[in-house]
C-alpha cells in the first residue's frame, strides 16, 4: 500500500495484538482468576504479612492491567502520525523519525505481533505493535518520503 492509497482511505487502524494473543490474553486471565479462587481457601489460612499481601495483590493487580491493555490496545496510523494507546499512548510523527526497523515474520503472524523499532532524531527509542502489517509499513513509506523530502531541500 502506497501512502496516497492510506490517505484516500482515511486513517489505519488495527488492534496491537493479533486475535490470538488476546484470546490467549483473556484465557490466561481467567484461568488465573479461577485457580484464586480455586486457591481461596488455602491463601485464607495462611499467614500473610502486610508486604507479603501488598505484593500479592500488586501483582494481580499488574496482571489484569496489563492483561487489559493487550486485548484493548489499538494502532492508529492518521496522516503521518502513528498512535498506540497502550499503558501509556505512544505517538510518533514522521518528521521526528532518524530510523526505523521492522520486525515481522510472516508465518507467526497468528502468536507475534509486526512491530517497528522507531528511534527519533534525539536518540529515544519506541516499539509499536500493530496486527495489521500493513499499518506500519504505510508509516515507514511516510517516514521514506518525508527523509527524501528532506534530502532534495537541504543540496
Request: hydrophobic content about 50%; aromatic content about 10%.
Amino acid at each position: 500500500m502506497s501512502a496516497p492509497e492510506a490517505d484516500a482511505g482515511g486513517p489505519l487502524e488495527s488492534p496491537a495484538y493479533p486475535p490470538l494473543v488476546r484470546i490467549l490474553a483473556v484465557v490466561l486471565i481467567v484461568d488465573l482468576i479461577g485457580f484464586g479462587l480455586w486457591s481461596l481457601p488455602a491463601l485464607r489460612s495462611a499467614e500473610w504479612s502486610t508486604p507479603g499481601l501488598l505484593l500479592f495483590g500488586g501483582a494481580a493487580v499488574c496482571i489484569a492491567w496489563v492483561g487489559y491493555w493487550i486485548v484493548y490496545s489499538r494502532t492508529r496510523l492518521e496522516g503521518d502520525v502513528l498512535t498506540q494507546t497502550w499503558l501509556w499512548n505512544k505517538r510518533e510523527s514522521a518528521a521526528n523519525v532518524a530510523q526505523l526497523k521492522l520486525v515481522h515474520w510472516p508465518w507467526v503472524d497468528r502468536i507475534i505481533a509486526p512491530r517497528l523499532l522507531v528511534r527519533r532524531r534525539n536518540g529515544a527509542v519506541t516499539w509499536f505493535h500493530s496486527a495489521d502489517a500493513r499499518l506500519l509499513t504505510g508509516f515507514a513509506e511516510r517516514v521514506a518520503l518525508r527523509l527524501a523530502s528532506d534530502r532534495r531541500h537541504s543540496s
